[in-house]
């Protein structure tokens, strides 16, 4: 099934609130091969945020995650992340073309905090994988 045109230019609702505990880093290093002791959250962290945005988005247009392969990902900061922040996503469509049978959707989620903030932006392309089911 191959993904409309007119999801470009379309926002999808805010993620739920995510509390970001010093837990919940460690786990995320952990679960990235490393550790951490404190000072600065990994860079990579918001991933946490833009994948349920992401996950959210997959499951209104009615594509199945393992029809999707990840294919580039990207950061912008406006500060860091820290322990304490309240975090929420909000991912919009920012381009769609197919190739080979293919979909590339570039997607952009703006993470903020509580207070409306903009924190971070993450930029992705997904791969929508067509052809049979397997």
Do not use: K
């Not at 460690?26 to 996950?55: C, K």
């Not at 199945?64 to 580039?72: F, K, N, W, Y």
């Not at 990902?73 to 309240?86: L, N």
């Amino acid at each position: 099934m191959a993904l409309d045109a007119d999801l470009v230019g379309r926002t999808f609702p805010a993620t739920a609130p995510y509390l970001v505990t010093e837990e919940r880093v460690r786990e995320f290093a952990a679960a990235a091969g490393g550790s951490w002791q404190g000072g600065p959250v990994p860079a990579t962290f918001p991933i946490v945020l833009a994948f349920a945005a992401m996950n959210d988005f997959l499951d209104d247009v009615g594509v199945e995650l393992r029809r999707i392969v990840h294919g580039e990902q990207r950061f912008a900061y406006e500060r860091p992340v820290r322990p304490g922040d309240v975090l929420s996503a909000t991912l919009a469509v920012a381009s769609l073309r197919s190739i080979g049978g293919n979909d590339l959707v570039g997607t952009r989620s703006e993470i903020r905090d509580a207070a409306g903030a903009l924190v971070c932006t993450a930029t992705a392309t997904l791969v929508h994988r067509g052809g049979p089911d397997e």
